[in-house]
């Protein structure tokens, strides 16, 4: 089951033995096994009693709150694991230590790869596409990373690499109902741009959860500039991830015509665009199952869901900050 979405307005989240049970107007819409679920993510307007959120934190089952529209609001998880060397780890390596330097060397390094990757692999598959000139704008942003030794002048590559994805995505997009123009995302005015900032808000959900089972300080990062609030280590760690799972689903719920137009709503006063919530079910339907999609793990050498690969990633990098390794590879794949 892994994580379960509750999309249902004003739905009521209760437990039943060793069950979570979701009703509305007095009808269950929902019930599984406690011992089948990861994580909770409500998005919307709902009631949770207390004894489930007693249960949810006993069994250390983080619990996400967001707005209908994707908005992340809050979270509600159990007390961070007893393993202070981890945190202590972290601590020591804050700021432009060598070790932070190298891992958000990394953190780029393994986007901006994943970012060539897919343009080679849609040009690959679509031959009237030529992407050739943005894949060598991210080469170009990738060939100084290792020897570049200031944060700063690598947000600056992850920037200039991030551009050159952006500025082709709307290639990427085969379903002449919608196109991009550029990354909008407070707030996403336009479909396209709506989907991607709602993928990215579960797949934070999602990292934040491996990364506190390891022992992280999810708001102690590295690449991410620290800010009240802003949980950086977990948007860190995201970073890999963005393009091998979000961007994946999103064009793939596009191209594949899974979503229409008639799916999404715009607010007329801020012009935010949404999605229904028969586009969310859909949305979510799909998110789930690239979660659980297997892929041979280049470092661990064995087949992984990215679901287990979020937790993996954070282990390699909780080894590394307390020295055991050498180095933090990302995941990158071709």
Not at 89 to 104: D, F, K, L, N, R
Not at 161 to 189: D, H, M, V
Not at 215 to 239: I, N, Q, T, W
Request: charged letters at 25%.
């Amino acid at each position: 089951m892994g994580t379960v979405y509750i999309t249902q307005e004003d739905a009521f989240i209760g437990k039943v033995d060793e069950r979570l049970n979701v009703k509305f107007d007095k009808k269950t819409i929902l019930d599984v096994p406690l011992i089948k679920v990861d994580g909770v993510v409500v998005l919307g307007r709902a009631t949770i009693s207390p004894a489930t959120i007693s249960e949810l934190l006993e069994r250390h089952i983080p619990l996400t709150f967001l707005t209908e529209n994707g908005r992340y609001l809050g979270r509600l998880e159990p007390e961070v694991t007893k393993n202070i060397f981890v945190r202590k780890a972290q601590w020591q390596a804050a700021g432009e230590s060598a070790q932070a330097i190298h891992v958000v060397q990394a953190f780029v390094r393994g986007k901006l790869k994943n970012y060539r990757n897919s343009l080679i692999r849609r040009q690959r598959e679509c031959p009237d596409l030529d992407l050739s000139e943005n894949v060598t704008r991210i080469e170009q942003a990738i060939a100084p990373i290792d020897t570049t030794q200031s944060i700063n002048s690598l947000r600056g590559l992850e920037g200039a690499g991030s551009a050159a994805y952006f500025g082709c995505f709307n290639q990427l997009i085969r379903a002449k109902e919608f196109t991009f123009n550029s990354r909008i995302r407070r707030p996403p005015t336009d479909p396209v741009n709506s989907l991607l900032s709602f993928g990215y808000s579960l797949l934070r959900h999602d990292v934040q959860g491996a990364i506190n089972i390891v022992g992280f300080d999810p708001y102690l990062g590295y690449l991410h500039c620290d800010r009240y609030g802003r949980p950086s280590l977990a948007l860190d760690v995201m970073e890999e991830f963005r393009p091998l799972v979000v961007d994946a689903v999103v064009l793939s719920v596009l191209n594949k015509g899974l979503l229409t137009p008639t799916d999404f709503v715009t607010e007329p006063l801020s012009g935010a665009v949404s999605l229904t919530p028969e586009g969310r079910k859909t949305f979510l339907r799909l998110y789930a199952q690239k979660k659980q999609s297997e892929f041979k793990h280049p470092v661990m050498g064995r087949k992984c869901t990215y679901q287990e690969a979020f937790e993996l990633q954070a282990r390699l990098l909780a080894k590394y900050l307390m020295g055991e390794t050498e180095k933090y590879p990302p995941l990158v794949l071709k």
